[in-house]
């Protein structure tokens, strides 16, 4: 009997054992998983299709825009688009970049353009009638650990100039937005716009010249872009990009021979529901205007036109003699106005 409790003892002190160890992995399962979560260097985010079409549009317009600017063959290549998070964007190819910091006056917010060591030596020596844009690897390492100097800063910043116009362009058929260039930083401490842990969508394009490249790494908060998300989640179908004008002109020809009614208003006169109920066959209605005063011309209780009555071809017409559209949009614009300040009364 002794042994017997001595071995039931021993079994329940080992299944609690191992039920404190399943516990334990469990907890540090989900601890891990939670740390894996939170310290997830992608951020997940809607896919947004018209902002694929932006920055494929901004890569075609950016080719032609640099060609002009450096008199040189240039070819613009996207890279890749991701959504990250802004404390991982400035990885070890931005090392002695510069950073442009822009504001996005409709949006009332910030971007940055960050154009790598690369970019800016092979801009300034084609700037400077460099034919070889290609840089020997000894002087290029020699290059990337000094800070850029006054003339580089002074003449990379019309191609940032360049590269946002182009990219506000590129918005242009979706929304009117214009990019603002505010300052242009060495440290990428100085161009931190957004929180370290705050979404952002990354654009990163190849700049090629003369056997040469460079990085331009666009970077555009998800709070920047809020003000436009629902217009940037739509579906984009066909070549076409904007307004398609073979819709619009189909459209335009089916409204215009689209039938309407029209009201041929002489009078109006206010009577009680019981008048009403008591008309009868035979009985008349005194209008208070004369036969030859003016009528209007209503559809769908708005007054169109006013104009005198008469005879055509033996029967009753109207001239149009006032056009009372404007006025009635005056009308409801007045009438809103008024609603609105009884409300915020």
């Not at 309407?260 to 206010?270: R, S, T, W």
Request: glycine residues 6%; aromatic residues 6%; contains cysteine.
């Amino acid at each position: 009997m002794i042994d017997e409790s001595i071995a039931m003892a021993h079994s329940r002190v080992g299944a609690g054992s191992n039920q404190q160890v399943r516990h334990e992995s469990e907890v540090n399962y989900r601890r891990i998983g939670i740390e894996n979560l939170i310290g997830a260097s992608h951020v997940s985010y809607e896919r947004l299709p018209m902002l694929e079409v932006v920055f494929d549009r901004l890569m075609r317009s950016l080719a032609t825009s640099l060609r002009n600017y450096t008199n040189d063959t240039i070819d613009v290549v996207m890279k890749q688009l991701t959504s990250e998070k802004f404390g991982d964007v400035f990885g070890p190819e931005s090392r002695n970049a510069l950073f442009a910091v822009f504001k996005a006056e409709e949006w009332e917010n910030y971007g940055v353009l960050i154009l790598s060591s690369p970019l800016v030596y092979m801009v300034v020596d084609a700037l400077l009638g460099g034919k070889n844009h290609s840089l020997d690897p000894t002087l290029a390492a020699s290059l990337a650990q000094r800070p850029h100097t006054t003339i580089e800063r002074a003449l990379i910043t019309p191609l940032i100039h360049t590269i946002l116009s182009d990219l506000g362009d590129s918005f242009n058929p979706l929304c009117a937005v214009s990019f603002r260039f505010e300052r242009l930083e060495s440290n990428d401490r100085f161009a931190a716009i957004a929180r370290a842990n705050n979404g952002v969508v990354s654009a990163q394009f190849s700049i090629n010249m003369g056997g040469s490249s460079g990085l331009a790494n666009l970077i555009l908060p998800h709070a920047t872009l809020e003000p436009v998300r629902d217009v940037l989640l739509q579906q984009f179908i066909g070549e076409k990009f904007g307004h398609d004008a073979t819709w619009e002109y189909r459209l335009a020809q089916e409204l215009r021979s689209t039938e309407i009614e029209l009201d041929a208003v002489f009078d109006e006169q206010v009577m009680s529901l019981g008048d009403v109920m008591n008309l009868k066959v035979g009985q008349q209605i005194m209008l208070q205007r004369q036969s030859n005063c003016s009528a209007r011309i209503r559809c769908g209780g708005k007054d169109l036109f006013e104009g005198r009555v008469g005879q055509r071809r033996g029967r009753v017409a109207i001239k149009i003699e006032n056009d009372l559209r404007s006025l009635s949009e005056n009308y409801d614009l007045e009438d809103i106005a008024i609603n609105q300040g009884k409300q915020d009364e």
